[in-house]
């Protein structure tokens, strides 16, 4: 059974740190991206970032130059730093994982292993 478990959400003010990390069991995933979404309180899960097998890396505009995204292979673990926090960033993350021979990567049909979800909150 593959299983992706998220870990690292919380509570944070503006401007601080989280690191969000996501380790896969039950299938690697080379030949598959793995990413991060959010979806905030009545608004639509968006896709944030994601890393593919290959090295290649793509973030939305909002979090670029604040989040980092890192993939271990060896250990089938995705990693969010999430640096400089703003409330807007309050969501909950989702981790997710799909065959990089899609090209529609920024949104959720391309992904088919999902996360259960770890929130974050920053507060003002």
């Known amino acids: 059974q593959v299983q992706l478990v998220e870990s690292g959400g919380g509570l944070v003010q503006a401007g601080g740190s989280l690191r969000l990390s996501c380790a896969a069991s039950g299938r690697t995933f080379t030949g598959h991206f793995m990413g991060w979404f959010r979806q905030a309180p009545g608004k639509e899960r968006e896709f944030v970032a994601n890393s593919w097998s290959g090295g290649r890396t793509y973030y939305i505009d909002s979090v670029k130059g604040r989040f980092i995204i890192s993939r271990d292979n060896a250990k089938n673990t995705v990693h969010l730093h999430m640096n400089s926090l703003k409330p807007e960033d309050t969501a909950v993350y989702y981790c997710?994982?799909?065959?990089?021979?899609?090209?529609?990567?920024?949104?959720?049909?391309?992904?088919?292993?999902w996360g259960q979800g770890t929130q974050v909150t920053v507060s003002s």
């Open positions: 997710a994982a799909g065959p990089d021979y899609r090209t529609t990567y920024y949104y959720a049909r391309a992904y088919d292993y």
